[in-house]
């Protein structure tokens, strides 16, 4: 019973293309997030949706577009990948008020672009 | 000159042996702050939260915090090769707000 699951756990793939990853939380968690972990260990915020509402958009190209169907899912789509585009790329949730304490992780993608 | 620094790293001790983490970060607002654990390849877990100034003890971790001088630590007793992991700081100016994490210090327990 994996509470916050991401697909695909591996992406390598070529410059120029576009991917999608997907992800999922059963924590009954009402606001869900998207990091970005580079290769030196550094785990930084890109976005944040609330009950399928956008409420953190960091300093993102417009090549990453993240969509919300509903408050269980998050999924992350990036369009023309470049190649610093290759990291680890988190899911997370939380509750919306208790985002300090009780914010979960999936797994990780881990992204490669050639 | 980034909101929160931590030492990379890799710390390597011996088994037994007292762990200190630390973090200090520039932002007087924030007021929550967390520890997360990584292992490889996983995703970061949890391990302590405080709030404000003080200390909290949970188990062989203990986790303390310094608003005056904006630097927090966390300490490992009785370290285990189990506890090598990348150790990450994070902290947020209100407890629903987004968490700003430090770089990870990767930390090695020989047995």
């Known amino acids: 019973d994996t509470a916050v699951s991401q697909t695909p756990k591996y992406l390598v793939t070529q410059m120029g293309n576009d991917k999608s990853i997907k992800c999922e939380q059963n924590l009954g968690h009402d606001t869900m997030y998207w990091y970005k972990q580079d290769s030196k260990k550094f785990l930084k915020i890109m976005f944040s949706y609330n009950n399928k509402e956008l409420i953190i958009n960091e300093t993102v190209p417009n090549r990453f577009s993240p969509k919300s169907p509903d408050k269980a899912h998050l999924n992350l789509h990036i369009n023309s990948l470049e190649l610093g585009d290759s990291a680890v790329y988190f899911c997370a949730s939380s509750k919306r008020d208790r985002a300090a304490d009780t914010q979960y992780f999936g797994p990780g993608t881990r992204l490669t672009v050639l | 000159q980034k909101e929160v620094e931590q030492d990379p790293g890799p710390l390597s001790v011996p088994e037994g042996a007292i762990v200190s983490l630390n973090c200090t970060y520039s932002n007087s607002a924030f007021q929550y702050f967390m520890w997360y654990r990584q292992y490889s390849r996983k995703g970061p877990e949890l391990l302590m939260y405080?709030?404000?100034?003080g200390n909290k003890e949970d188990g062989r971790f203990t986790a303390q915090v310094d608003k005056s001088s904006k630097y927090i630590s966390l300490f490992i007793r009785d370290s285990q090769p189990s506890d090598s992991a990348t150790y990450l700081c994070?902290?947020?100016?209100?407890?629903?707000?987004?968490?700003?994490f430090g770089a990870g210090t990767i930390l090695r327990v020989k047995s």
């Open positions: 994070a902290m947020s100016g209100s407890v629903g707000d987004k968490l700003v």
């Open positions: 405080t709030y404000s100034s």
